[in-house]
Protein backbone atom coordinates (compact mmCIF):
# COMPACT_ATOMS: atom_id res chain seq x y z
CA UNK A 1 0.00 0.00 0.00
CA UNK A 2 1.27 3.41 -0.91
CA UNK A 3 0.14 6.55 0.98
CA UNK A 4 -0.73 9.60 -1.14
CA UNK A 5 0.82 12.04 1.15
CA UNK A 6 -0.90 15.31 0.40
CA UNK A 7 0.82 17.34 2.95
CA UNK A 8 4.30 16.07 1.57
CA UNK A 9 3.64 16.89 -2.32
CA UNK A 10 2.51 19.95 -1.62
CA UNK A 11 5.25 21.28 -0.14
CA UNK A 12 7.02 19.99 -3.15
CA UNK A 13 4.61 21.92 -5.71
CA UNK A 14 5.29 25.28 -2.91
CA UNK A 15 9.00 24.60 -3.76
CA UNK A 16 8.26 23.95 -7.60
CA UNK A 17 6.42 27.32 -7.06
CA UNK A 18 9.20 29.12 -5.11
CA UNK A 19 11.48 28.01 -7.78
CA UNK A 20 9.23 29.69 -10.57
CA UNK A 21 8.78 32.82 -8.86
CA UNK A 22 12.57 33.39 -8.25
CA UNK A 23 13.01 32.64 -12.28
CA UNK A 24 10.59 35.48 -12.99
CA UNK A 25 12.10 38.24 -10.51
CA UNK A 26 15.64 37.03 -12.03
CA UNK A 27 13.67 37.93 -15.32
CA UNK A 28 12.41 41.39 -13.98
CA UNK A 29 8.55 40.05 -14.91
CA UNK A 30 5.60 40.71 -12.94
CA UNK A 31 5.18 38.38 -9.77
CA UNK A 32 1.72 36.76 -9.30
CA UNK A 33 -0.57 38.73 -7.09
CA UNK A 34 -3.47 37.34 -4.94
CA UNK A 35 -5.94 38.61 -2.93
CA UNK A 36 -8.96 37.03 -0.69
CA UNK A 37 -11.91 38.59 0.20
CA UNK A 38 -13.49 37.65 3.90
CA UNK A 39 -16.82 38.91 4.81
CA UNK A 40 -16.98 38.77 8.79
CA UNK A 41 -15.36 36.54 11.65
CA UNK A 42 -16.45 33.10 10.73
CA UNK A 43 -13.46 31.08 12.23
CA UNK A 44 -13.16 28.13 10.27
CA UNK A 45 -13.40 31.19 7.22
CA UNK A 46 -10.39 33.15 8.45
CA UNK A 47 -8.39 29.72 9.17
CA UNK A 48 -8.45 29.24 5.69
CA UNK A 49 -8.07 32.27 4.38
CA UNK A 50 -4.82 32.93 6.33
CA UNK A 51 -3.50 29.69 5.46
CA UNK A 52 -3.84 30.66 1.71
CA UNK A 53 -2.72 33.65 2.35
CA UNK A 54 0.83 32.43 4.32
CA UNK A 55 0.94 30.28 1.27
CA UNK A 56 1.40 33.17 -0.91
CA UNK A 57 3.69 34.39 1.10
CA UNK A 58 5.88 31.23 1.37
CA UNK A 59 6.15 30.97 -2.45
CA UNK A 60 7.09 34.17 -3.09
CA UNK A 61 3.82 35.75 -4.33
CA UNK A 62 2.06 38.98 -3.51
CA UNK A 63 -0.70 38.86 -1.45
CA UNK A 64 -3.86 40.68 -0.11
CA UNK A 65 -6.50 39.89 2.65
CA UNK A 66 -9.29 41.96 2.65
CA UNK A 67 -10.81 41.63 5.81
CA UNK A 68 -14.89 43.16 5.75
CA UNK A 69 -17.10 43.43 8.35
CA UNK A 70 -20.06 40.86 9.20
CA UNK A 71 -22.30 43.98 8.32
CA UNK A 72 -21.19 44.99 4.59
CA UNK A 73 -24.01 45.07 2.10
CA UNK A 74 -23.92 43.21 -1.30
CA UNK A 75 -23.70 46.24 -2.95
CA UNK A 76 -20.58 47.21 -1.17
CA UNK A 77 -18.94 43.58 -1.71
CA UNK A 78 -19.90 43.78 -5.65
CA UNK A 79 -17.88 47.00 -5.39
CA UNK A 80 -15.09 45.38 -4.03
CA UNK A 81 -15.28 42.82 -6.46
CA UNK A 82 -15.37 45.01 -9.08
CA UNK A 83 -12.81 46.57 -8.08
CA UNK A 84 -10.64 43.63 -8.47
CA UNK A 85 -11.83 42.86 -11.79
CA UNK A 86 -10.13 46.39 -12.79
CA UNK A 87 -6.83 46.61 -10.91
CA UNK A 88 -4.19 45.40 -13.15
CA UNK A 89 -2.17 44.36 -10.31
CA UNK A 90 -3.93 41.83 -8.79
CA UNK A 91 -3.85 38.43 -11.06
CA UNK A 92 -6.06 36.14 -9.27
CA UNK A 93 -8.68 36.57 -6.34
CA UNK A 94 -11.13 34.74 -4.12
CA UNK A 95 -14.38 35.73 -2.05
CA UNK A 96 -14.09 33.15 0.82
CA UNK A 97 -16.94 31.12 0.77
CA UNK A 98 -19.64 30.80 2.87
CA UNK A 99 -21.15 34.76 2.60
CA UNK A 100 -22.89 35.93 5.48
CA UNK A 101 -26.57 34.88 4.63
CA UNK A 102 -28.00 38.37 3.30
CA UNK A 103 -25.55 38.43 0.37
CA UNK A 104 -26.54 36.39 -2.62
CA UNK A 105 -23.26 34.18 -2.69
CA UNK A 106 -24.22 33.07 -6.65
CA UNK A 107 -24.27 36.92 -7.69
CA UNK A 108 -21.26 37.59 -5.85
CA UNK A 109 -19.32 34.42 -7.89
CA UNK A 110 -21.42 35.30 -11.20
CA UNK A 111 -19.31 38.74 -11.08
CA UNK A 112 -15.83 37.40 -10.85
CA UNK A 113 -13.92 37.85 -13.47
CA UNK A 114 -13.35 34.78 -14.53
CA UNK A 115 -10.08 35.44 -16.23
CA UNK A 116 -9.41 36.09 -12.11
CA UNK A 117 -11.43 33.48 -11.11
CA UNK A 118 -8.68 31.21 -9.47
CA UNK A 119 -11.47 28.96 -7.65
CA UNK A 120 -12.61 27.86 -10.87
CA UNK A 121 -16.00 28.45 -9.67
CA UNK A 122 -17.33 31.27 -12.31
CA UNK A 123 -19.90 28.87 -14.60
CA UNK A 124 -17.46 29.82 -17.69
CA UNK A 125 -14.81 28.21 -15.90
CA UNK A 126 -16.97 25.22 -14.97
CA UNK A 127 -17.80 25.05 -18.86
CA UNK A 128 -14.50 25.47 -19.83
CA UNK A 129 -13.59 22.47 -17.80
CA UNK A 130 -16.22 20.00 -19.33
CA UNK A 131 -15.17 21.10 -22.51
CA UNK A 132 -11.32 20.71 -21.90
CA UNK A 133 -10.73 24.30 -22.81
CA UNK A 134 -8.02 26.57 -20.66
CA UNK A 135 -9.56 27.56 -17.37
CA UNK A 136 -9.14 27.39 -14.16
CA UNK A 137 -10.12 24.05 -12.71
CA UNK A 138 -11.87 24.53 -8.91
CA UNK A 139 -8.87 23.33 -6.08
CA UNK A 140 -10.06 20.38 -4.39
CA UNK A 141 -10.94 17.98 -7.92
CA UNK A 142 -7.27 19.64 -9.34
CA UNK A 143 -5.42 18.31 -6.22
CA UNK A 144 -6.47 15.45 -6.42
CA UNK A 145 -5.71 14.91 -9.98
CA UNK A 146 -2.28 16.40 -9.10
CA UNK A 147 -1.86 13.64 -6.34
CA UNK A 148 -2.57 10.86 -9.18
CA UNK A 149 0.16 12.28 -11.63
CA UNK A 150 2.52 12.59 -9.05
CA UNK A 151 1.88 9.18 -7.50
CA UNK A 152 1.35 7.65 -10.94
CA UNK A 153 -2.21 6.16 -10.14
CA UNK A 154 -3.45 4.21 -13.03
CA UNK A 155 -6.60 5.60 -14.52
CA UNK A 156 -6.86 4.72 -18.21
CA UNK A 157 -9.52 2.07 -18.45
CA UNK A 158 -9.97 1.75 -14.64
CA UNK A 159 -13.90 2.18 -13.25
CA UNK A 160 -13.31 5.36 -10.76
CA UNK A 161 -16.65 5.41 -8.76
CA UNK A 162 -17.25 8.88 -7.31
CA UNK A 163 -18.94 8.77 -3.96
CA UNK A 164 -21.22 12.48 -4.17
CA UNK A 165 -21.96 14.93 -6.28
CA UNK A 166 -21.31 18.16 -5.26
CA UNK A 167 -20.79 21.56 -7.50
CA UNK A 168 -16.82 21.75 -5.88
CA UNK A 169 -15.83 17.85 -5.14
CA UNK A 170 -17.92 15.38 -6.64
CA UNK A 171 -19.26 16.69 -10.46
CA UNK A 172 -16.07 18.30 -11.50
CA UNK A 173 -13.68 15.32 -10.35
CA UNK A 174 -16.56 13.12 -12.35
CA UNK A 175 -15.35 15.59 -15.77
CA UNK A 176 -11.67 15.35 -15.06
CA UNK A 177 -11.28 11.63 -14.48
CA UNK A 178 -13.63 10.38 -17.64
CA UNK A 179 -11.49 13.34 -20.05
CA UNK A 180 -9.64 12.02 -22.64
CA UNK A 181 -6.12 12.97 -21.24
CA UNK A 182 -3.94 11.20 -18.24
CA UNK A 183 -4.99 10.96 -15.39
CA UNK A 184 -8.07 10.37 -16.65
CA UNK A 185 -9.38 8.77 -19.37
CA UNK A 186 -11.42 6.27 -16.54
CA UNK A 187 -14.51 4.96 -16.61
CA UNK A 188 -16.41 7.14 -14.31
CA UNK A 189 -19.79 6.24 -12.35
CA UNK A 190 -21.24 9.37 -9.97
CA UNK A 191 -23.51 8.28 -7.02
CA UNK A 192 -25.01 9.97 -4.62
CA UNK A 193 -27.86 10.32 -1.69
CA UNK A 194 -30.51 8.24 -4.24
CA UNK A 195 -28.15 5.79 -5.44
CA UNK A 196 -29.62 2.03 -4.33
CA UNK A 197 -26.44 -0.23 -4.83
CA UNK A 198 -23.76 1.80 -3.71
CA UNK A 199 -21.91 -1.07 -2.16
CA UNK A 200 -21.79 -3.16 -5.20
CA UNK A 201 -21.09 -0.46 -7.41
CA UNK A 202 -17.79 0.39 -4.82
CA UNK A 203 -16.90 -3.28 -5.32
CA UNK A 204 -16.79 -2.92 -8.85
CA UNK A 205 -14.22 0.29 -8.67
CA UNK A 206 -10.55 0.62 -9.27
CA UNK A 207 -10.77 4.15 -7.86
CA UNK A 208 -13.19 4.99 -5.23
CA UNK A 209 -13.17 9.46 -4.47
CA UNK A 210 -15.37 9.42 -0.90
CA UNK A 211 -17.00 13.35 -0.99
CA UNK A 212 -20.40 12.89 0.92
CA UNK A 213 -19.06 14.06 4.03
CA UNK A 214 -19.90 11.18 6.20
CA UNK A 215 -17.33 10.49 9.07
CA UNK A 216 -16.06 6.83 8.55
CA UNK A 217 -18.69 6.15 5.29
CA UNK A 218 -16.73 3.47 3.56
CA UNK A 219 -15.66 0.31 4.69
CA UNK A 220 -13.57 -2.90 3.77
CA UNK A 221 -16.27 -4.75 2.90
CA UNK A 222 -17.25 -2.25 0.17
CA UNK A 223 -13.79 -2.03 -1.24
CA UNK A 224 -12.05 -4.63 -3.81
CA UNK A 225 -8.54 -5.33 -2.93
CA UNK A 226 -5.98 -2.89 -4.91
CA UNK A 227 -8.40 -0.50 -5.14
CA UNK A 228 -7.03 2.96 -4.85
CA UNK A 229 -8.81 5.47 -2.51
CA UNK A 230 -9.17 8.86 -2.52
CA UNK A 231 -10.85 10.61 0.89
CA UNK A 232 -11.95 13.60 0.57
CA UNK A 233 -14.16 13.75 3.55
CA UNK A 234 -13.15 16.12 6.68
CA UNK A 235 -15.42 15.79 9.96
CA UNK A 236 -14.34 17.16 13.48
CA UNK A 237 -15.05 14.41 16.05
CA UNK A 238 -14.91 15.27 20.16
CA UNK A 239 -11.86 13.99 21.28
CA UNK A 240 -11.01 14.77 25.18
CA UNK A 241 -7.20 13.08 24.34
CA UNK A 242 -6.63 15.39 21.95
CA UNK A 243 -5.14 19.26 23.34
CA UNK A 244 -7.38 20.70 20.13
CA UNK A 245 -10.42 18.76 21.81
CA UNK A 246 -11.23 16.92 18.43
CA UNK A 247 -10.06 15.22 15.73
CA UNK A 248 -10.23 14.91 11.98
CA UNK A 249 -12.02 12.05 10.35
CA UNK A 250 -12.29 11.56 6.46
CA UNK A 251 -15.11 9.88 4.90
CA UNK A 252 -13.21 6.47 4.54
CA UNK A 253 -12.48 4.02 7.58
CA UNK A 254 -8.89 4.15 7.27
CA UNK A 255 -7.39 1.33 9.01
CA UNK A 256 -9.28 -2.00 7.85
CA UNK A 257 -9.71 0.07 4.57
CA UNK A 258 -6.09 1.24 4.19
CA UNK A 259 -5.48 -2.73 4.65
CA UNK A 260 -6.83 -3.63 1.24
CA UNK A 261 -5.94 -0.82 -0.63
CA UNK A 262 -2.95 -0.15 -3.50
CA UNK A 263 -3.24 4.00 -2.50
CA UNK A 264 -5.27 5.90 0.25
CA UNK A 265 -4.71 9.31 1.02
CA UNK A 266 -5.02 9.84 4.82
CA UNK A 267 -6.88 12.36 6.96
CA UNK A 268 -5.58 14.86 7.64
CA UNK A 269 -2.49 15.51 5.48
CA UNK A 270 -4.15 14.07 2.16
CA UNK A 271 -6.34 15.93 0.23
CA UNK A 272 -6.31 18.85 2.21
CA UNK A 273 -3.28 19.94 1.69
CA UNK A 274 -3.45 19.61 -2.03
CA UNK A 275 -6.17 21.96 -2.14
CA UNK A 276 -3.81 25.09 -1.37
CA UNK A 277 -1.11 23.86 -3.36
CA UNK A 278 -3.59 23.58 -6.66
CA UNK A 279 -4.95 27.30 -5.31
CA UNK A 280 -1.43 28.50 -5.72
CA UNK A 281 -0.75 26.89 -8.69
CA UNK A 282 -3.88 28.60 -10.07
CA UNK A 283 -3.06 31.47 -8.87
CA UNK A 284 1.35 31.32 -11.19
CA UNK A 285 -1.26 30.59 -13.85
CA UNK A 286 -3.49 33.71 -13.66
CA UNK A 287 -0.91 35.80 -15.52
CA UNK A 288 -1.16 33.37 -18.52
CA UNK A 289 -5.18 33.02 -18.61
CA UNK A 290 -5.24 37.24 -19.10
CA UNK A 291 -4.57 35.37 -22.67
CA UNK A 292 -6.63 32.90 -22.95
CA UNK A 293 -9.85 33.62 -21.47
CA UNK B 1 -42.31 -2.55 -24.36
CA UNK B 2 -43.06 1.04 -25.07
CA UNK B 3 -41.84 2.39 -28.08
CA UNK B 4 -40.33 6.47 -26.96
CA UNK B 5 -42.14 8.09 -30.28
CA UNK B 6 -39.87 11.10 -30.83
CA UNK B 7 -41.60 12.51 -33.76
CA UNK B 8 -44.96 12.50 -32.08
CA UNK B 9 -43.79 13.93 -29.10
CA UNK B 10 -42.00 16.65 -30.90
CA UNK B 11 -45.05 17.14 -33.10
CA UNK B 12 -47.15 17.73 -29.77
CA UNK B 13 -44.76 20.12 -28.28
CA UNK B 14 -44.59 22.10 -31.73
CA UNK B 15 -48.26 22.40 -30.98
CA UNK B 16 -47.81 23.68 -27.64
CA UNK B 17 -45.42 25.97 -28.98
CA UNK B 18 -48.03 27.10 -31.64
CA UNK B 19 -50.46 27.88 -28.76
CA UNK B 20 -48.00 29.72 -26.48
CA UNK B 21 -46.39 32.04 -29.82
CA UNK B 22 -50.49 32.72 -30.79
CA UNK B 23 -50.85 33.43 -27.06
CA UNK B 24 -48.09 36.15 -27.48
CA UNK B 25 -49.87 37.31 -29.83
CA UNK B 26 -53.07 37.99 -28.55
CA UNK B 27 -50.96 39.69 -25.94
CA UNK B 28 -48.80 41.96 -28.38
CA UNK B 29 -45.85 40.56 -27.29
CA UNK B 30 -42.80 39.64 -28.56
CA UNK B 31 -42.36 37.13 -30.95
CA UNK B 32 -39.22 34.52 -30.39
CA UNK B 33 -36.84 35.47 -33.38
CA UNK B 34 -34.35 32.33 -34.46
CA UNK B 35 -31.60 33.15 -36.71
CA UNK B 36 -29.25 30.62 -38.09
CA UNK B 37 -25.91 30.90 -40.10
CA UNK B 38 -24.95 28.76 -42.35
CA UNK B 39 -21.08 29.02 -44.18
CA UNK B 40 -20.68 26.57 -47.24
CA UNK B 41 -22.69 24.17 -49.05
CA UNK B 42 -22.30 21.06 -47.30
CA UNK B 43 -25.47 19.13 -48.23
CA UNK B 44 -26.40 17.57 -44.52
CA UNK B 45 -26.06 21.21 -42.77
CA UNK B 46 -28.31 22.78 -45.44
CA UNK B 47 -30.70 20.30 -44.67
CA UNK B 48 -30.65 20.52 -41.00
CA UNK B 49 -30.67 24.12 -40.88
CA UNK B 50 -33.54 24.26 -43.58
CA UNK B 51 -35.55 21.84 -40.75
CA UNK B 52 -34.79 23.99 -38.39
CA UNK B 53 -36.10 27.27 -40.05
CA UNK B 54 -39.11 25.48 -41.24
CA UNK B 55 -39.96 24.29 -37.79
CA UNK B 56 -39.63 27.65 -36.81
CA UNK B 57 -42.50 29.01 -39.18
CA UNK B 58 -44.93 25.88 -38.69
CA UNK B 59 -45.01 27.21 -34.73
CA UNK B 60 -44.84 30.71 -35.72
CA UNK B 61 -41.46 32.15 -34.48
CA UNK B 62 -40.06 34.25 -36.41
CA UNK B 63 -37.14 33.18 -38.40
CA UNK B 64 -33.34 34.41 -40.42
CA UNK B 65 -31.81 31.80 -42.57
CA UNK B 66 -28.34 33.93 -43.42
CA UNK B 67 -26.42 31.78 -45.84
CA UNK B 68 -22.71 32.42 -46.39
CA UNK B 69 -20.27 31.24 -49.16
CA UNK B 70 -17.74 28.60 -48.13
CA UNK B 71 -15.16 31.53 -49.26
CA UNK B 72 -16.13 33.52 -46.24
CA UNK B 73 -13.90 34.56 -43.66
CA UNK B 74 -13.22 34.64 -39.97
CA UNK B 75 -13.06 37.85 -39.75
CA UNK B 76 -16.24 38.43 -41.87
CA UNK B 77 -18.28 35.81 -40.05
CA UNK B 78 -17.63 37.37 -36.52
CA UNK B 79 -18.66 40.52 -38.05
CA UNK B 80 -21.88 38.97 -38.13
CA UNK B 81 -21.85 37.35 -34.64
CA UNK B 82 -21.24 40.72 -33.60
CA UNK B 83 -24.23 42.07 -35.39
CA UNK B 84 -25.98 39.39 -34.11
CA UNK B 85 -25.25 39.57 -30.49
CA UNK B 86 -26.27 43.74 -30.82
CA UNK B 87 -29.51 42.91 -32.67
CA UNK B 88 -32.21 43.41 -30.33
CA UNK B 89 -35.00 41.76 -32.57
CA UNK B 90 -32.52 38.60 -32.52
CA UNK B 91 -33.46 36.44 -29.58
CA UNK B 92 -31.50 33.43 -30.25
CA UNK B 93 -29.12 32.59 -33.16
CA UNK B 94 -27.12 29.34 -34.01
CA UNK B 95 -23.91 29.07 -36.19
CA UNK B 96 -24.47 25.75 -38.03
CA UNK B 97 -21.52 23.27 -37.55
CA UNK B 98 -19.28 22.55 -39.34
CA UNK B 99 -17.87 25.07 -40.50
CA UNK B 100 -15.20 25.40 -43.18
CA UNK B 101 -11.63 24.34 -41.79
CA UNK B 102 -10.05 28.14 -42.24
CA UNK B 103 -12.78 29.39 -39.44
CA UNK B 104 -12.41 28.39 -36.00
CA UNK B 105 -14.97 26.89 -34.58
CA UNK B 106 -14.34 27.43 -31.02
CA UNK B 107 -13.50 31.29 -31.77
CA UNK B 108 -16.61 31.71 -33.29
CA UNK B 109 -18.97 29.72 -30.26
CA UNK B 110 -16.82 31.73 -27.98
CA UNK B 111 -18.43 34.91 -29.74
CA UNK B 112 -22.00 33.97 -29.51
CA UNK B 113 -23.51 35.73 -26.73
CA UNK B 114 -24.42 33.42 -24.21
CA UNK B 115 -27.67 35.00 -23.51
CA UNK B 116 -28.92 34.13 -27.16
CA UNK B 117 -27.05 30.69 -27.77
CA UNK B 118 -29.39 28.45 -28.00
CA UNK B 119 -27.58 25.31 -29.06
CA UNK B 120 -26.49 25.50 -25.42
CA UNK B 121 -22.86 25.20 -26.63
CA UNK B 122 -21.02 27.98 -24.79
CA UNK B 123 -19.14 27.37 -21.99
CA UNK B 124 -21.02 29.50 -19.83
CA UNK B 125 -24.29 27.35 -20.91
CA UNK B 126 -22.10 24.41 -20.16
CA UNK B 127 -21.04 25.46 -17.31
CA UNK B 128 -24.38 27.11 -15.62
CA UNK B 129 -25.94 23.55 -16.37
CA UNK B 130 -23.00 21.63 -14.70
CA UNK B 131 -24.15 24.07 -11.76
CA UNK B 132 -27.94 23.79 -12.21
CA UNK B 133 -28.55 27.30 -12.94
CA UNK B 134 -30.58 28.86 -15.49
CA UNK B 135 -29.05 28.53 -19.37
CA UNK B 136 -29.79 26.66 -22.17
CA UNK B 137 -29.12 23.39 -22.41
CA UNK B 138 -27.98 21.44 -25.79
CA UNK B 139 -30.77 20.38 -27.92
CA UNK B 140 -30.18 16.40 -27.80
CA UNK B 141 -30.00 15.53 -24.55
CA UNK B 142 -32.52 18.44 -23.44
CA UNK B 143 -34.51 16.39 -26.49
CA UNK B 144 -34.16 13.15 -24.17
CA UNK B 145 -34.23 14.32 -20.97
CA UNK B 146 -38.04 15.45 -22.49
CA UNK B 147 -39.08 12.06 -23.96
CA UNK B 148 -38.37 10.77 -20.49
CA UNK B 149 -40.12 12.98 -18.74
CA UNK B 150 -43.18 12.70 -20.91
CA UNK B 151 -43.27 9.11 -21.28
CA UNK B 152 -42.07 8.59 -17.37
CA UNK B 153 -39.02 6.78 -17.48
CA UNK B 154 -38.15 6.00 -13.65
CA UNK B 155 -34.82 7.55 -13.49
CA UNK B 156 -34.75 8.07 -9.48
CA UNK B 157 -32.32 5.59 -8.37
CA UNK B 158 -31.68 4.03 -11.42
CA UNK B 159 -28.38 3.07 -12.90
CA UNK B 160 -28.25 5.30 -16.12
CA UNK B 161 -25.12 4.11 -18.60
CA UNK B 162 -24.02 6.34 -21.10
CA UNK B 163 -22.18 5.11 -23.75
CA UNK B 164 -19.92 8.25 -25.70
CA UNK B 165 -18.63 11.12 -23.61
CA UNK B 166 -18.66 13.86 -26.41
CA UNK B 167 -19.64 17.58 -25.43
CA UNK B 168 -22.36 17.85 -27.32
CA UNK B 169 -24.47 14.53 -26.11
CA UNK B 170 -22.40 11.83 -23.55
CA UNK B 171 -21.39 14.27 -21.57
CA UNK B 172 -24.26 16.43 -21.07
CA UNK B 173 -26.37 14.05 -20.49
CA UNK B 174 -24.54 12.60 -17.82
CA UNK B 175 -24.50 15.83 -16.16
CA UNK B 176 -28.22 16.16 -16.81
CA UNK B 177 -28.98 12.33 -15.47
CA UNK B 178 -27.15 12.76 -12.00
CA UNK B 179 -28.92 16.04 -11.30
CA UNK B 180 -30.79 15.98 -8.15
CA UNK B 181 -33.92 16.92 -10.46
CA UNK B 182 -36.70 14.85 -12.21
CA UNK B 183 -35.85 13.28 -14.73
CA UNK B 184 -32.63 12.58 -13.02
CA UNK B 185 -31.19 11.72 -9.48
CA UNK B 186 -30.20 8.86 -11.62
CA UNK B 187 -26.51 6.84 -10.53
CA UNK B 188 -24.86 7.61 -13.98
CA UNK B 189 -21.81 5.96 -15.77
CA UNK B 190 -19.68 7.50 -18.22
CA UNK B 191 -18.37 4.71 -20.01
CA UNK B 192 -16.01 4.92 -23.91
CA UNK B 193 -13.22 4.51 -26.05
CA UNK B 194 -11.27 3.59 -23.44
CA UNK B 195 -14.09 1.47 -20.85
CA UNK B 196 -12.46 -1.97 -20.56
CA UNK B 197 -16.13 -3.75 -19.56
CA UNK B 198 -18.48 -2.39 -21.44
CA UNK B 199 -21.10 -5.13 -21.44
CA UNK B 200 -20.62 -6.03 -17.93
CA UNK B 201 -21.27 -2.08 -17.28
CA UNK B 202 -24.29 -2.16 -19.69
CA UNK B 203 -25.92 -5.64 -18.00
CA UNK B 204 -26.23 -3.73 -14.57
CA UNK B 205 -27.88 -0.57 -16.58
CA UNK B 206 -31.50 0.43 -16.10
CA UNK B 207 -31.15 2.92 -18.81
CA UNK B 208 -28.81 2.97 -21.31
CA UNK B 209 -28.01 6.01 -23.57
CA UNK B 210 -25.91 4.69 -26.38
CA UNK B 211 -24.23 7.74 -28.53
CA UNK B 212 -21.39 6.41 -29.49
CA UNK B 213 -22.21 6.23 -33.62
CA UNK B 214 -21.45 2.85 -34.44
CA UNK B 215 -24.16 0.92 -36.42
CA UNK B 216 -26.15 -1.88 -34.63
CA UNK B 217 -23.34 -1.80 -31.72
CA UNK B 218 -26.01 -2.43 -28.56
CA UNK B 219 -26.80 -6.22 -28.75
CA UNK B 220 -29.45 -7.87 -26.92
CA UNK B 221 -26.91 -9.97 -24.92
CA UNK B 222 -25.51 -6.40 -23.62
CA UNK B 223 -28.84 -5.48 -22.52
CA UNK B 224 -30.58 -6.62 -18.98
CA UNK B 225 -34.31 -7.66 -19.48
CA UNK B 226 -36.21 -4.77 -18.80
CA UNK B 227 -34.26 -1.82 -19.56
CA UNK B 228 -34.88 1.88 -21.16
CA UNK B 229 -33.11 2.30 -23.98
CA UNK B 230 -32.14 5.80 -25.57
CA UNK B 231 -30.41 5.30 -29.05
CA UNK B 232 -28.55 8.41 -29.94
CA UNK B 233 -26.85 7.02 -33.36
CA UNK B 234 -27.32 7.55 -36.91
CA UNK B 235 -25.73 5.83 -39.58
CA UNK B 236 -26.16 6.02 -43.20
CA UNK B 237 -25.60 2.39 -44.49
CA UNK B 238 -26.07 1.55 -48.52
CA UNK B 239 -29.67 -0.19 -49.08
CA UNK B 240 -30.30 -0.35 -52.53
CA UNK B 241 -33.73 -1.83 -52.54
CA UNK B 242 -34.67 2.13 -50.69
CA UNK B 243 -35.08 5.10 -53.17
CA UNK B 244 -32.64 6.48 -51.57
CA UNK B 245 -30.21 4.46 -52.06
CA UNK B 246 -29.54 4.43 -47.76
CA UNK B 247 -31.05 3.57 -44.72
CA UNK B 248 -30.40 4.88 -41.26
CA UNK B 249 -29.21 2.99 -38.62
CA UNK B 250 -29.32 3.54 -35.13
CA UNK B 251 -26.40 2.49 -32.30
CA UNK B 252 -28.65 -0.46 -31.31
CA UNK B 253 -29.58 -3.09 -32.55
CA UNK B 254 -33.50 -2.82 -32.87
CA UNK B 255 -35.38 -5.97 -32.90
CA UNK B 256 -33.46 -8.17 -30.80
CA UNK B 257 -32.72 -5.40 -28.15
CA UNK B 258 -36.37 -3.59 -28.03
CA UNK B 259 -37.97 -7.29 -27.49
CA UNK B 260 -36.06 -7.11 -23.82
CA UNK B 261 -36.35 -3.64 -23.26
CA UNK B 262 -39.22 -1.23 -21.29
CA UNK B 263 -39.00 1.58 -23.34
CA UNK B 264 -36.90 2.08 -26.65
CA UNK B 265 -36.82 4.94 -28.92
CA UNK B 266 -36.53 4.05 -32.61
CA UNK B 267 -34.45 5.23 -35.53
CA UNK B 268 -35.55 7.24 -37.23
CA UNK B 269 -37.83 9.10 -35.48
CA UNK B 270 -37.00 8.36 -32.08
CA UNK B 271 -34.08 11.30 -30.91
CA UNK B 272 -33.93 13.19 -34.10
CA UNK B 273 -37.13 15.34 -33.90
CA UNK B 274 -36.70 15.86 -30.02
CA UNK B 275 -33.46 17.63 -31.37
CA UNK B 276 -35.19 20.51 -33.54
CA UNK B 277 -38.26 20.50 -30.93
CA UNK B 278 -35.51 21.18 -28.40
CA UNK B 279 -33.78 24.03 -29.99
CA UNK B 280 -37.80 25.45 -30.40
CA UNK B 281 -37.78 25.11 -26.68
CA UNK B 282 -34.55 27.45 -26.21
CA UNK B 283 -36.20 29.50 -28.58
CA UNK B 284 -39.19 30.36 -26.67
CA UNK B 285 -37.12 30.36 -23.66
CA UNK B 286 -34.79 32.81 -25.15
CA UNK B 287 -36.95 36.23 -24.57
CA UNK B 288 -36.84 35.73 -20.59
CA UNK B 289 -33.36 34.17 -20.69
CA UNK B 290 -32.20 38.03 -21.36
CA UNK B 291 -32.86 38.81 -17.72
CA UNK B 292 -31.29 35.57 -16.45
CA UNK B 293 -28.05 35.17 -18.27
Chains 1, 2 share one sequence.
Not at 193 to 205: I, V
Not at 249 to 262: M, Q, R, T
Amino acid sequence: MVLLDGKETSKKIQEELKEKVDQLKKEGKKIPHLAAIIVGDNGASLTYVNAKVKACEKVGFESTLIKLSESTTEEQLMKRVKSMNENPDIDGYIVQLPLPKHINETKITMAIDPAKDVDGFHPENVGRMALGMPCFLPATPAGIMELLKRYEVPTEGKHCVVIGRSHIVGSPMAMLMWRNELPGNATVTITHSRTQNLKELCLQADIIVAALGKAEFLTAEMVKEGAAIIDVGITRVEDTSKKSGYRLLGDVKFDEVAAKASFITPVPGGVGPMTIASLMINTLKAIEMKELI
